[in-house]
């Protein structure tokens, strides 16, 4: 029996992979992580005594870094058990309580001509090809000659020509039996009741084929020769096989990347064919773009489903800078917890295709190390081109950001939103409160991050904060990016997880959920995780650091050690013991969680006072108030703590104590 792939699709979605290969092998319960749906065990298809089969249930995939084995929920099945492939589809169909597809003599008629109308577009492709092959094809071969396309290149995004003819391409395909319905129902034609004769839809067009998930060509888009053409890309119209708006173009071939090892498991988003085809001759596999126009909601749905943070790259100049914003109230709504997008704006006037031409793959690379978060796209949106020189106008700010961030439906994610443009807020007008007494807003009291006491400043003060907005931005820290070092307890954590990268698979649990406030520091974990997932137990200090390295976090690195070892926290180092490393790491992770949960009970509690106070609840303000001075000062008592680990360690042969005199 033959199912339909939206069938297949769907009962792969119902059933996490991780309950299918579950009932064949016992998960290693340090390393899996059951709130991620990130799972490891030994390997069923060959003997291992360490785990190094990974399965994912958000790509419903798995892997074996032992022995190479891949596969989705049918494969595990049939290579496993030896199932036949309807065998396969029945079990999990059953698990998913989908009933099996009846026989449909209407669909399997649709199914049919779906797939001849498949073959006719295959008919066209090799067509177009064979056209940019001959002499009538030279002046598009001297333009991809031009745009620096070698013919590797061309060969594998099967690249072509259509002839400046109306009906050079209708001819041959009536040539090959093909019938003038099937012709018009591919959109390869023009036609209509008020055409006499249809004719050739792409004329005189260097032609890119777009493929379905499942590779096959179901439209094309052309890029026009003549600068008098009506317009210089066009895309194949709607028909039974293509739907622009869920349609990406590169989209099977940038999944397949984006599993390896050289993918580090993210997507890149990029505005048009050449910028995808361009950055693929680069070595960046990982590329995909919408057909023309902005990104649509099914497309950004096809993106998660590839990865959990996709990054769009757009122009720097202002038009991308619209369509990045375009892209900021798309995504909004549909934040989930650990479910995001970045953002990589290119240098003003660059697009990828130029950069990596003119500059080769590391600008480009440059650029993706340094994408801005969504968060911080939707500050910056919102604080540039403004004055907020009055208490109006940062009151207007403040509801604008109060408003935006509504629109998220995960009531989670909308919680830390509001907490962060609360920091952002709180950060950014610190910097620029002109008057003695004036207080930020959130202020909470008590210890400023840098250190001061208060929440006031001077108007004499020569730190005050300047007056327009240009200069604000350039000296707020969360909206340059420009971060002062991380807090030494996230130093700790972060860099013996670099040097004793062991450590990240005897506590994965622990380790894979830490969140750092630093946000250089929390992008560069992102990557030690991928960087993890790709190379399971064979990841080496070496290999690690080669690939942060390479993702343009060696500053970050070096800051880090350059910070540890000032504090003289030897057990971070590449000079600790395996078991002095996990004593200390452990410590500074006791530490921190605690810190975080101090925090969060310390934020709860002041609006809980705004409340009570606002209601005039005067029974309830009184012990709020007592609660959290309490909670104060644990903060304050943790903030002061300088001995984060105690003693460096016996196997280390830093003792301290009786033992080392």
């Not at 698979?505 to 990557?527: G, K, N, V």
């Amino acid at each position: 029996m033959r199912f339909s792939p939206s069938f297949l699709d769907e009962i792969r979605d119902r059933v996490p992979i991780s309950d299918v290969i579950g009932k064949r092998v016992t998960w290693d319960r340090r390393k899996t992580n059951v709130s991620r749906g990130d799972y490891w065990a030994c390997c069923p298809f060959h003997g291992e005594k360490s785990p190094s089969f990974h399965c994912e249930d958000r790509k419903g995939r798995y892997h074996c870094f032992g022995c190479g084995v891949s596969g989705d929920h049918f494969r595990f099945l049939t290579d496993l058990e030896g199932l036949s492939f309807p065998e396969a589809v029945q079990l999990i169909a059953d698990m998913a309580g989908v009933a099996m597809p009846q026989p449909d003599p209407q669909a399997e008629r649709r199914e049919k001509e779906r797939t001849s109308l498949l073959d006719v577009m295959e008919l066209a492709t090799q067509f177009f090809q064979d056209q940019l092959q001959t002499a009538i094809g030279a002046k598009a071969r001297a333009y991809l000659r031009e745009r620096g396309l070698t013919g590797r290149t061309i060969e594998t995004f099967r690249l072509g020509y259509a002839p400046d003819s109306r009906n050079a391409l209708k001819e041959f395909l009536a040539g090959k039996g093909v019938g003038k319905e099937q012709i018009e129902a591919c959109g390869l034609v023009v036609h209509g009741p008020d055409v006499p004769v249809s004719y050739d839809r792409f004329r005189d067009r260097i032609m890119f084929p777009i493929l379905s998930a499942r590779e096959k060509v179901i439209a094309f888009g052309g890029r026009a020769m003549s600068a008098d053409a009506p317009a210089k890309y066009l895309n194949s119209n709607e028909t039974e096989l293509f739907h622009k708006g869920n349609v990406l173009f590169n989209f099977a071939r940038a999944r397949r990347a984006s599993q390896g090892a050289d993918g580090a498991g993210t997507i890149i988003a990029v505005e048009g064919y050449m910028d995808v085809i361009a950055l693929h001759q680069a070595g960046i596999e990982n590329a995909v773009a919408p057909l023309g126009t902005a990104l649509t909601e099914n497309q950004l749905d096809l993106l998660w489903k590839m990865t959990p943070q996709p990054v769009l790259c757009f122009d720097g100049d202002g038009a991308g800078i619209r369509a990045a914003n375009r892209a900021v109230d798309l995504a909004l709504p549909h934040l989930k917890p650990g479910r995001s997008v970045r953002f990589a704006m290119l240098p003003d006037g660059k697009d990828p295709d130029d950069l990596v031409r003119h500059e080769g793959r590391e600008p480009f690379d440059k650029v993706l190390a340094n994408a801005r978060s969504l968060a911080e796209m939707v500050w910056m949106r919102e604080v540039q081109g403004g004055g907020f020189d009055t208490p109006e106008k940062r009151a207007e700010l403040e509801a604008r950001l109060r408003q935006v961030i509504a629109v998220i439906a995960d009531e989670s994610v909308r919680r830390h939103y509001g907490q962060d443009m609360r920091d952002r807020l709180n950060a950014f007008l610190q910097v620029s409160a002109p008057f003695r007494g004036e207080r930020r807003p959130f202020e909470r009291g008590g210890r400023e991050r840098g250190g001061r006491q208060g929440g006031f400043r001077q108007a004499g003060d020569r730190n005050a904060g300047p007056t327009s907005i240009s200069d604000r931005l350039a000296r707020s820290s969360l909206v340059s990016g420009q971060q002062a070092a991380p807090m030494l307890r996230e130093s700790v954590l972060a860099l013996t997880i670099v040097n004793h990268p062991q450590l990240l698979f005897d506590e994965y649990d622990e380790i894979s959920t830490i969140e750092f406030d630093h946000r250089e520091l929390q992008r560069c974990w992102a990557s030690v995780l991928n960087a993890a997932a790709a190379n399971g137990p064979r990841l080496t200090r070496e290999g690690l650091v080669e690939q942060l390295e390479a993702e343009g976090f060696a500053p970050l690195i070096g800051a880090l050690d350059q910070q540890i070892r000032y504090a003289r926290l030897w057990t971070a180092t590449t000079a600790a013991a395996p078991e002095d490393a996990r004593e200390g790491y452990l410590q500074a992770l006791a530490l921190h969680k605690r810190t975080k949960a101090l925090n969060w009970q310390r934020r709860e509690l002041e609006r809980e006072l705004a409340h009570a106070t606002e209601e005039g609840d005067l029974e309830a303000v009184p012990q709020l108030l007592r609660t959290l001075q309490e909670v104060q000062l644990e903060v304050t008592r943790l903030e002061n703590q300088e001995a984060i680990i105690e003693g460096f360690g016996v196997l280390s042969g830093r003792v301290k104590g009786p033992a080392a005199r």
